[in-house]
């Protein structure tokens, strides 16, 4: 598996990720978030400017460092981060498995994630979210290893917090594995009265043991990064991952939150794109819920993690499809054990819950349902969604779910009896497995015979008509900086190097999207690119590179702002 999933991962990895029928990936930011362990590379320093994104992810900006260092600056060697960190998912996730379910389920769920179209084109992207899916599905198989040795508790948590230090929306996944440590601190009250013959007394202290472990492992590593990093640099800190990140970015009306919290599985592509382990992980994750009281830490994790994940995406924002990619494993993992349990999917016993365990049941039910309705009914309505009328599909996707979710709750005895005692038919079982091998695998084959590295074409021209060290000016000078030697100059709305941007010390070029249009790359829509060129009327375009983003014909162009008042720095 580890194998298959280097090879889907490596292969050309310098090409332009998919933009037709993608899975969200943004090229030009790779330059933005590499921007630091770039300056450190080739200038020695870390800060060169006003964008600083160590303090976002330092862990992140630490294994990039790593790699320029040991194989020089450039594209490939940007994603090798990003690959090296899928195949640790893969690992993490057969290592996870085969504790929890053994080696059928470990293999079925090493397989799914090794080829998984939409994890695969991430992890082929030097962006922080692969980084921080692995550490997190690291840190939910030492959970799941911990339940034999508590020991592994300490890698659970230690992991858990090197996400948190990867990227700051894992705190979703922080509070799941704290919330999930302290249920089975919670489980295990009162045993030290009861006689540890009992099995159940037994497995609720090891638990427990295991929890104290895992906040031990947490705490500790918070601990040492928040001494050495976080409050030395506390200003810059705070600014990154509150001022910039929480504050400037999302609306907290009631209206915003009903929006992001329907946009859930409708927006984006993502899901549409692994509907068979949308649909059986959703199984699965409905099956931990109906035998919450005997599941495992973590299994409860995987629920946890999704819905506290799901809630800061309301929260935060749910518009943006790399906020999803922390929800594959999740899925992959679930429905890896839902197609290879050898049981039933839920006791038979669950039949007779009560009332009380039904309506509990029906929130979980309720947002699983809308996202199997919402994954399925996406493509059908692809156009209307891309023209951006979402209120139809959005209720019809919440008309089902509902519909779904009272038909179990009403039918819950004979529901629950009929899943109790059947289990699902081998045959039936490798056919699904094969089917999402082979959608995946086709739809891998679909982006090789089209791929193209217009965007690595344009960053090596760009060095060939510049000299090294030349300033340059725009986000996209970040995604065009490579593999070349510009220093390039951030400018974000409203930081990083806004309050200077019509400085001639900014350097005399910029570079920005000319196609789809003028500063494209600013998706808020607030033209500050087009504010810069206004201040510098006499700008001219001096060269246009093709580059590949959206499913039309992309350019940029490299413009010098004042080219009447300096002699020029570009080469013939």
């Known amino acids: 598996m580890l194998v298959a999933g280097a090879a889907a991962r490596m292969a050309w990895l310098r090409s332009d990720p998919a933009v037709a029928g993608g899975v969200g990936v943004v090229w030009h930011d790779e330059g933005a978030w590499t921007h630091n362990a770039r300056n ?45 960190a899928g195949l640790l998912a893969i690992f993490a996730v057969f290592i996870g498995l085969d504790a929890l379910a053994g080696r059928r389920a470990a293999l079925v769920g090493a397989a799914l994630l090794a080829t998984n179209y939409v994890f695969v084109m991430w992890n082929r992207a030097a962006l922080m979210e692969s980084t921080v899916a692995a550490a997190m599905v690291a840190s939910w198989a030492a959970l799941a290893l911990s339940d034999r040795r508590p020991a592994f508790g300490v890698l659970a948590g230690a992991a858990a917090a090197v ?187 669950i039949a007779a819950a009560p009332w009380r365990t039904r309506l509990l049941a029906v929130p979980i039910v309720a947002l699983l349902a809308y996202l199997v309705f919402g994954t399925a009914l996406r493509p059908l309505f692809a156009a209307d969604i891309l023209a951006g009328h979402l209120s139809g599909i959005i209720r019809l996707a919440a008309a089902l779910a509902l519909a779904a979710t009272l038909l179990v709750i009403v039918s819950w005895r004979r529901t629950m009896a009929t899943i109790g005692q059947r289990r699902m038919p081998g045959r039936v079982t490798a056919v699904l497995i094969a089917l999402c091998l082979v959608s995946d695998a086709w739809q891998f084959a679909a982006w090789a015979r089209t791929r193209a590295h217009h965007n690595y074409d344009a960053s090596v021209a760009i060095g060939r008509l510049l000299p090294a060290g030349t300033l340059v000016q725009g986000k996209l000078a970040n995604g065009l900086s490579l593999d070349n030697r510009i220093r390039p100059v951030f400018v974000g709305n409203g930081f990083g190097n806004y309050a200077n941007r019509f400085d001639a010390s900014q350097g005399r070029y910029i570079l920005t999207y000319d196609l789809p249009r003028i500063g494209y790359e600013s998706s808020d829509g607030s033209g500050l690119i087009q504010g810069i060129l206004n201040h510098f009327p006499r700008h001219r375009t001096i060269a246009t590179f093709e580059v590949d983003e959206t499913a039309g014909a992309d350019e940029a162009a490299l413009i010098d702002k004042f080219p009447d008042s300096l002699p020029p720095h570009a080469r013939d």
């Open 163 to 349: 996400a948190w230090f990867t990227k700051a929306s894992a705190a979703a996944f922080v509070a799941a594995l704290v919330l999930t440590a302290a249920l089975s601190i919670w489980h295990a009250r009162g045993t030290s009265l009861r006689a540890a013959i009992d099995v159940r007394v037994f497995e609720a202290r090891r638990r427990r043991n295991a929890a104290l472990w895992t906040l031990a492992g947490l705490a500790l590593v918070f601990i040492v990064i928040g001494l050495s990093f976080v409050l030395p640099h506390w200003t810059d800190y705070r600014f990154y991952n509150w001022q910039m990140s929480v504050e400037r970015k999302p609306a907290y009306t009631l209206h915003a939150l009903v929006d992001r919290a329907s946009w859930l599985p409708v927006v984006q592509r993502l899901f549409s794109k692994m509907g068979i382990e949308i649909l059986f992980g959703a199984a699965g994750l409905i099956a931990i819920a109906a035998r919450w009281r005997t599941s495992r830490p973590a299994d409860r994790l995987l629920l946890v993690w999704l819905v506290i994940g799901m809630a800061e995406l309301v929260v935060h924002d749910s518009g943006n499809e790399r906020r999803y990619v922390m929800f594959v494993p999740i899925f992959v993992i679930a429905a890896a054990r839902a197609l290879t349990s050898a049981s039933t999917l839920v006791p038979a016993s």
């Open 40 to 84: 450190r590379a080739l200038w020695g320093a870390w800060r060169t400017d006003d964008w600083n994104p160590v303090y976002v992810a330092p862990v992140f900006t630490a294994l990039e460092y790593a790699s320029f260092r040991a194989f020089g600056v450039g594209t490939w060697q940007a994603r090798a981060v990003s690959v090296g």
